[in-house]
């Protein structure tokens, strides 16, 4: 499991939040990811900064849907660009995630930031709106009452466990590995680095 270990329930005001992310790995901690030009899926070793930049992006969707302010994640790295084992397509790693990753992070963004921001603007206003927002003495008298209750989260989502599908290619270029459909023999270059590459 690749766990970014981080508070859990705080108060979404507070101007840093953390978040308590669990990734499922395969069992030999390889996660996995699909080309957004082939669609082929492959595997990488994991790194917790790639899982933050992808997080950081479903928050800026949720935020903008919601209409709540955008949460922004600290980048300790700068982004790694990967390039796709089967038609070496280069992107960053951010953008090689599989739909069932993003999915997840989406529910993951909406459930523990979007919604806690949503809920708190909403009861912030109906406190506002009951503070005595009501004239009278005159010939029309207006009286304004707003009570929000806060509904519950949705469950948290669950990622997980990935299958051990794949077989294991070591680059000595940048001694780094990554796993690609049982078979494929066809890599002309090393996702990480970019090196010109053969499979012996």
């Not at 990622?159 to 049982?182: N, S």
Request: proline share 6%; net charge negative.
């Amino acid at each position: 499991m690749a766990e970014d270990d981080q508070d859990e329930n705080q108060d979404p005001t507070d101007e840093q939040i953390r978040f308590s992310l669990t990734i499922s790995l395969d069992r030999d901690s390889y996660f996995r990811r699909a080309c957004p030009s082939c669609g082929l899926e492959f595997k990488t070793e994991s790194t917790p900064a790639d899982f933050a930049w992808a997080l950081e992006l479903q928050l800026r969707r949720v935020s903008d849907e919601m209409g709540v302010d955008p949460a922004s994640v600290v980048e300790e790295a700068p982004k790694a660009a990967l390039r796709c084992p089967y038609c070496q397509h280069a992107a960053e790693s951010s953008d090689m995630h599989t739909a069932e990753t993003v999915a997840f992070l989406r529910r993951f963004a909406m459930r523990e930031y979007a919604l806690p921001k949503l809920h708190k603007m909403l009861a912030d206003f109906a406190e506002s709106m009951g503070r005595g927002r009501s004239g009278g003495g005159g010939f029309i008298s207006v009286s304004i009452s707003v009570k929000h209750e806060r509904s519950p989260l949705p469950p948290r989502p669950i990622y997980g466990p990935d299958a051990p599908d794949m077989v294991t290619v070591h680059f000595l270029c940048c001694d780094k590995k990554i796993k690609v459909a049982e078979g494929w023999t066809d890599i002309g270059s090393c996702t990480y680095c970019g090196t010109q590459v053969s499979v012996v």
